[in-house]
C-alpha cells in the first residue's frame, strides 16, 4: 500500500511537473516574442516617419528656384553671361601691418 502511495504521488508529481514545462515555456516565449514585435513596431513607425520628412525634402529641393539658389550658393555657379566675383578675407600679415604703420604714425 505505502509503495503504491509513492508511486501514485511520483506519477502526480511527474504529471505536474510536465504540465508546468508545457504551460511555463510556451507562455514565457509567447511574452518575450510580443515584447519584440512591439520593439520592432516601434522602429517602423520611427523610419516610416524619417521616410516622409526626406520625401518631403525631395519634393521641396524639385523646386527650380531651390535648386537655383543651391547651385549659386553651394557651388558658385552663375548663370550664362553672369560674372562670378569672390570676395576674400583680408590675411592676418595685412592686418598687423597695417596695424603697425597706423601706431607708428601716431
Known amino acids: 500500500m505505502i509503495r503504491r502511495r509513492r508511486v501514485v504521488t511520483i506519477a502526480i508529481a511527474l504529471v505536474g511537473i510536465t504540465v508546468y514545462l508545457l504551460a511555463v515555456f510556451p507562455t514565457r ?18 523610419v516610416e516617419n524619417s521616410n516622409k520628412t526626406l520625401q518631403n ?14 547651385a549659386r550658393s553651394q557651388y558658385g555657379l ?12 583680408p590675411t592676418s600679415s ?13
Open 94 to 106: 595685412t592686418t598687423s601691418t597695417t596695424a603697425a604703420k597706423k601706431a607708428g604714425t601716431k
Open 29 to 46: 516565449s509567447y511574452l518575450l516574442q510580443r515584447g519584440q514585435v512591439k520593439k520592432t513596431v516601434a522602429q517602423v513607425k520611427l
Open 57 to 70: 525634402q525631395i519634393n521641396s529641393m524639385n523646386s527650380p528656384s531651390v535648386i537655383e539658389n543651391l
Open 78 to 89: 552663375v548663370k550664362p553671361g553672369e560674372k562670378a566675383f569672390v570676395v576674400l578675407p
